[in-house]
């Protein structure tokens, strides 16, 4: 089954301790990116990669880093989270960078909770 | 300015009853690609309909449809025969192709709609 394997789906951790989100595809998927939802301001872009080894800033990139070794992984990393990074994270990913007709896949989600 | 706006914070419909969702846009690039995505209150999010910014006609997908209308930076969703399981929080997302290469996402901040038996 073609999906967007996000782990864990909820975390609750404190100020400063290093934290990793996983994100995994099996559609062989270019494209890949982080977003987080907040109440009142939709989806907004943290990092995203338009292939190996080749990432960019989002619109909300301060705080988190990101790396893409592997085509299928696209690990997000709060090295020193702090209670405004509590949010819902969704990874997604799409067949390529194009504008051409290729929606996001979405993950589950990871609810994370920073205190 | 904001890249996407969605002016309805929340929208009632009457079941069987169309409903517009609104959205506009604000871009300089020339090539850019427009989607709606359904959020249920399950929390995934769902690709609705795409439309690009060279395509010709509105795009439709079942009972979705786009109103496109470039000139005014505008993409409508329009719901056709509304049901009970339509009532979701939708977004409006823009992917932009700049010319530094680089290929941005912004999302709007979302319609609740209800769908009112």
């Known amino acids: 089954e073609a999906q967007v394997t996000q782990n864990p789906r909820y975390l609750i951790t404190v100020t400063g301790k290093k934290l990793t989100v996983t994100c995994s595809q099996n559609m062989n998927h270019e494209y890949m990116s982080w977003y987080r939802q907040d109440p009142g301001l939709g989806l907004r872009q943290i990092y995203y990669?338009?292939?190996?080894?080749?990432?960019d800033k989002g619109d909300v990139p301060e705080g988190y880093k990101v790396s893409r070794k592997e085509k299928r992984n696209f690990p997000l990393i709060l090295e020193s989270p702090s209670p405004n990074q509590t949010s819902l994270y969704f990874c997604a990913s799409s067949l390529s960078g194009g504008v051409g007709n290729q929606p996001q896949h979405f993950g589950d989600g990871t609810r994370l909770s920073i205190l | 300015a904001q890249k996407i706006t969605q002016t309805q914070p929340g929208m009632f419909v009457q079941e069987k009853e169309a409903v517009t969702l609104d959205c506009t846009y604000d871009?300089?690039?020339?090539?850019?690609?427009l989607f709606w995505y359904k959020q249920p209150s399950s929390g995934e999010m769902i690709f609705l309909i795409y439309q690009g910014s060279y395509d010709q006609q509105n795009a439709t997908e079942g009972r979705y449809s786009l109103n496109f209308q470039k000139a005014r930076k505008s993409a409508n969703l329009v719901i056709s025969a509304s049901q009970l399981g339509d009532s979701a929080m939708y977004f409006c997302?823009?992917?932009?192709?700049?010319?530094?290469?680089?290929?941005?996402?912004?999302f709007g901040i979302g319609t609740k709609l209800q769908v009112i038996p």
């Open positions: 990669s338009m292939n190996v080894e080749v990432t």
């Open positions: 871009t300089s690039d020339p090539s850019y690609g």
């Open positions: 997302a823009m992917r932009e192709m700049g010319s530094g290469g680089y290929q941005k996402v912004t």
